[in-house]
């Protein structure tokens, strides 16, 4: 199985994996599993930074590509597709980067980890958490 980790699963995964749900850990602690995180997770910590909403995050953000091959996990990149299917999404959550994460998850068919309750409205997206 491919699973895409939300920022929140990022973060936790690198820095406190116990806040992670038992099912969401053990499929990333699984190694015959594939990880993905997306450049929106990346993107929405150097803003998140850059604004002062999460300060502490700052180290994640200077050492992300360490963080995201010790996890040992891919990097998605944002495609044009994946933009227009996050534009064009028919969902009433107006946060961008959750809508680059549902829009990646439905097109390249990952399992988003992720414990925000958001993305079970919008449908189409498995998720485990």
């Known amino acids: 199985m491919t699973y895409l980790l939300d920022t ?3 973060v936790w995964a690198v820095t406190d994996p116990d806040r992670i749900g038992q099912d969401g850990l053990a499929q990333i602690s699984n190694p015959t599993n594939e990880l ?3 450049a929106a997770t990346a993107w929405e910590l150097a803003t998140k930074v850059r ?4 300060e502490e995050a700052e180290p994640l953000v200077a050492q992300y590509d360490h963080l995201v091959e010790r996890l ?3 990097h998605l990149p944002i495609s ?5 299917r996050s534009g064009g999404l028919v969902w009433a959550h107006r946060d961008p980067f959750d809508r680059m994460l549902a829009a990646q998850a439905m097109l390249e ?3 988003l980890v992720t414990r925000d309750k958001e993305f079970t409205a919008l ?7």
């Open 8 to 10: 929140h699963a990022f």
């Open 36 to 38: 993905f995180v997306s």
């Open 51 to 54: 604004l002062g909403k999460f």
């Open 72 to 74: 040992g996990a891919s």
């Open 80 to 84: 044009h597709v994946h933009s227009l």
């Open 109 to 111: 068919h990952h399992c």
């Open 123 to 129: 449908g189409g997206i498995e998720i485990v958490w």
